[in-house]
């Protein structure tokens, strides 16, 4: 079983920054492909960004540019630093591993307003 848990989110304005985070359970993190999902209200859930265990990213076409996907095997962990953020990146973000199986995070909210 992997846990998830997501930090980093929170209120910032149009054309600031923010860095989500999630740390992962597990001592086999560096076999994981990591990905960052969002929800916004009303719509499906999305794919932003993903990380494949040798670390190679892919991005949605929304983000590319804009935010940068990445992991650090020694701390299990994953960030996603989003920058030129807009009112149409308010989501509330999910983190999620694929090994055996599938997991998820219980999700953060990213709010985008001034």
């Known amino acids: 079983q992997v846990q998830l848990v997501e930090s980093g989110g929170g209120l910032v304005q149009p054309g600031g920054s923010l860095r989500l985070s999630c740390a992962a359970s597990?001592?086999?993190?560096?076999?994981?492909?990591m990905g960052w999902y969002r929800q916004a209200p009303g719509k499906q859930r999305e794919l932003v960004a993903v990380?494949?265990?040798?670390?190679?990213?892919n991005y949605a076409d929304s983000v590319k540019g804009r935010f940068t996907i990445s992991r650090d095997n020694a701390k299990n962990t994953m960030y996603l630093q989003m920058n030129s953020l807009t009112p149409e990146d308010t989501a509330v973000y999910y983190c999620?591993?694929?090994?055996?199986?599938?997991?998820w995070g219980q999700g953060i909210q990213v709010t985008v307003s001034s």
């Open positions: 999620n591993a694929r090994f055996d199986k599938e997991y």
């Open positions: 597990g001592s086999l993190f560096r076999l994981y492909v």
């Open positions: 990380i494949s265990s040798g670390g190679r990213p």
